[in-house]
T-cell receptor, first 112, second 118 residues
Framework: NAGVTQTPKFQVLKTGQSMTLQCAQDMNHNSMYWYRQDPGMGLRLIYYSASEGTTDKGEVPNGYNVSRLNKREFSLRLESAAPSQTSVYFC???????????FGPGTRLLVL | AQSVTQPDIHITVSEGASLELRCNYSYGATPYLFWYVQSPGQGLQLLLKYFSGDTLVQGIKGFEAEFKRSQSSFNLRKPSVHWSDAAEYFCAVVSLRDYGGSQGNLIFGKGTKLSVKP
């Protein structure tokens, strides 16, 4: 039982490049989330998926897109990376909305 | 809109001393509250949570927190700190649409970094 896994662990991009961050959970959870963490800012929600087939914007969605591929997987895509997207990205899942969220180990992204 | 405030950015305590980390929330109803801990370079681990019932909740690693509705607070405590407790601690509340947020998501405080002196 791995919980929430994220790939890659670390990535360097040039401005304008695109990439997809992958997240998978093996806990049969309905809800999944993407957060970014910046120094002194805590964690801020980018997008979430309350259940398979639905996605909604969070606090800071600009520059990102998401796909809930199936119940297990929830990906985050940067279409044209910008230096302001340099951050640590965390995926989380919960049994349902409002339940306890379990976090992955994070992806450190550096955009040059 | 809902918010969570952690007034202390950085706290240093001596090993063996007691610890209290402060958390205040803005909310109109009984909130769902959490404390998470993040060690350097790691993800977030749940320490404890409060949904309802007994206002003093016990968590992992010897931590406890007390919900005080009158003070809109959910402070984290530990009677005797160990060097391994050095980390960053985040308080969070579940967002509800009725209070201007996205239903069910977590709103985090900005964190309190704990350093432990030998």
């Amino acid at each position: 039982n791995a919980g929430v896994t994220q790939t890659p662990k670390f990535q360097v991009l040039k401005t304008g490049q695109s990439m997809t961050l992958q997240c998978a959970q093996d806990m049969n959870h309905n809800s999944m989330y993407w957060y970014r963490q910046d120094p002194g800012m805590g964690l801020r929600l980018i997008y979430y998926s309350a259940s398979e087939g639905t996605t909604d914007k969070g606090e800071v969605p600009n520059g990102y897109n998401v796909s809930r591929l199936n119940k297990r997987e929830f990906s985050l895509r940067l279409e044209s990376a910008a230096p302001s997207q340099t951050s640590v990205y965390f995926c989380a899942s919960s049994e349902d909305i409002q339940e306890t969220q379990y976090f992955g180990p994070g992806t450190r992204l550096l955009v040059l | 809109a809902q918010s969570v405030t952690q007034p202390d950015i950085h706290i240093t305590v001596s090993e063996g001393a007691s610890l209290e980390l402060r958390c205040n929330y803005s909310y109109g109803a009984t909130p769902y509250l959490f404390w998470y801990v993040q060690s350097p370079g790691q993800g977030l681990q749940l320490l404890l949570k409060y949904f309802s019932g007994d206002t003093l909740v016990q968590g992992i690693k010897g931590f406890e927190a007390e919900f005080k509705r009158s003070q809109s607070s959910f402070n984290l405590r530990k009677p005797s700190v160990h060097w391994s407790d050095a980390a960053e601690y985040f308080c969070a509340v579940v967002s509800l649409r009725d209070y201007g947020g996205s239903q069910g998501n977590l709103i985090f405080g900005k964190g309190t970094k704990l350093s432990v002196k030998p």
